[in-house]
Every structure is written in C-alpha cells, then in structure tokens.
C-alpha cells in the first residue's frame, strides 16, 4: 500500500461525518465501470427483447379478435323438395 493510501484510509476511518467507506484503486475502478457497463447493456437487452415480446403478444391478440370478429354467413345453394306420403 502507497502511503497516501494509508492517509487516505487513515482519513476516511476519523471522519465523524462517515459512516463507513469504500476504498479503491485504479484497477478496483476500471473493474467497476467494467461491470456497470455490462450491466446497463444487459439491462437493455432485457429491456429491448420484453418489448419485442410485447409487440409479438399484441399482434397475436389483433389476429384473435378478428378471427373472433369473423361472421357466418349463409348462401343457398340448391332446394330440395319433398313429400311425405
């Protein structure tokens, strides 16, 4: 440990205002931006692949409705006739 580290430290323990801290280097830094990064662009991802489902679902819910909308009819197409003896 350099020494302006330990006064760092030394600094951060008698700070009445503290109530704990959180020491790192360079390298401890880099690591965390590393991993905040990743984590935001994996965020998205999540983000960006529920609205896709949720574009998927709403298609698939229109499709539904109007094959429920669909209506019946009725051509006559020949007559018989008939009768009873």
């Given at each position: 440990m350099n020494p302006h580290q330990v006064q760092a430290a030394l600094f951060a323990f008698k700070s009445p205002l503290s109530s704990g801290v959180i020491l790192a280097d360079e390298a401890g830094l880099v690591l965390t931006q590393y991993?905040?990064?990743?984590?935001?662009?994996?965020?998205?991802?999540?983000?960006?692949?529920?609205?896709?489902?949720?574009?998927?679902?709403?298609?698939l819910i229109d499709e539904l409705k109007k094959a429920k909308e669909q209506t019946v009819t009725t051509h006559e197409l020949f007559t018989i006739q008939w009768e009873i003896l």
């Open positions: 991993w905040s990064e990743r984590r935001r662009k994996i965020q998205r991802e999540i983000f960006d692949i529920e609205e896709e489902i949720e574009e998927q679902r709403d298609e």
